[in-house]
C-alpha cells in the first residue's frame, strides 16, 4: 500500500511541477525532480525507480554506499546526486559513488574534490551551495564571496561548476532567495540552479529553478 502511495505522491509532484513551470511559460522538461531518497532503504525507493524516477539525492557519503551501489548496478541510468555537507575525509567515497555534487560549500571541499577527481579519472557536474540568508548553523558561501569562489574552483581547481544550489531559511518567504540565486548564477553565466524543496518547489520552478529536491513529499514525512 505505502508503494502505491509513493508512487501515487510521485506522479503528483510530476503533475504540479508541470502546472508550476506552465504558470510562467516555461516547459516542464527543463525542470529536473531530484527524488530526496535520505532515510529510505530500496524498498521505499525502487517502485518510485519503476515509475519512471532516475535523479536521486542523498545527504550522507555512508548511507548512500549501502544501498546505492545494488541499485546502480540494476538501474545504470540512474543519476545520484550528493545534496549535503560533504567533509573532506569522504572525498574520495563522494568522488566514486556520486555522479553530481551539489554541496561545494567552502575551499577545502572544492580543493579535496578536485584532488580525487584527478586521482579516479571523474570529473563531475559541481554546483556551489549559497548561503542566502547568511544563517550561522548552515553551509553555503556567503552571496557577495560567490563570484570569486566560482572564479577559483573553475580556473585554479578545474572543477566543473555547472550551477549554483540555495536552501532559504525555513522562516522567511523564499522567493528573493530564488531571486537572489538566479541573479548571482547569471553574473556567472551558470545556466543550472536547484532550488525549492518539497514545502516550495512550486515557487522555485517559478523562479527559474532548473531542478527540485523533493523527499517528504514523494515519500512521506521522515521518522
Not at 585554479?156 to 518567504?173: F, Q, S
Not at 540565486?181 to 518539497?198: E, I, V
Request: glycine share 6%; proline share 4%.
Amino acid at each position: 500500500m505505502d508503494d502505491e502511495h509513493n508512487v501515487a505522491s510521485y506522479k503528483n509532484v510530476c503533475a504540479r511541477i508541470a502546472k508550476a513551470a506552465k504558470s510562467v511559460g516555461r516547459e516542464s522538461e527543463n525542470v529536473q525532480l531530484v527524488a530526496v531518497s535520505k532515510t529510505y532503504f530500496e524498498d521505499k525507493i525502487e517502485p518510485v525507480i519503476e515509475a519512471g524516477q532516475r535523479i536521486f539525492g542523498e545527504n550522507r557519503v555512508q548511507e548512500s554506499q549501502q544501498k546505492w551501489p545494488a541499485l546502480k548496478e540494476k538501474y545504470p541510468d540512474i543519476e545520484l546526486r550528493l545534496i549535503g555537507p560533504l567533509q573532506s575525509n569522504k572525498a574520495a567515497e563522494a568522488v566514486a559513488l556520486f555522479d553530481v555534487i551539489e554541496s561545494v560549500d567552502r575551499e577545502k571541499i572544492a580543493k579535496a574534490l578536485a584532488t580525487q577527481m584527478e586521482k579516479q579519472g571523474r570529473k563531475l557536474d559541481c554546483y556551489v551551495q549559497v548561503n542566502t540568508g547568511l544563517e550561522q548553523q548552515k553551509a553555503g558561501i556567503a552571496p557577495d564571496l560567490v563570484d570569486d569562489f566560482v572564479r577559483s574552483c573553475r580556473n585554479e581547481l578545474g572543477l566543473n561548476i555547472v550551477g549554483l544550489m540555495c536552501i532559504p531559511p525555513a522562516d522567511e518567504n523564499p522567493g528573493p532567495h530564488f531571486a537572489l540565486l538566479q541573479k548571482l548564477a547569471a553574473r556567472n553565466d551558470l545556466h543550472k540552479l536547484s532550488m525549492g524543496m518539497s514545502g516550495d518547489f512550486e515557487i522555485a520552478v517559478q523562479f527559474g529553478a532548473t531542478s527540485v529536491r523533493v523527499g517528504s513529499a514523494i515519500f512521506g514525512a521522515r521518522k
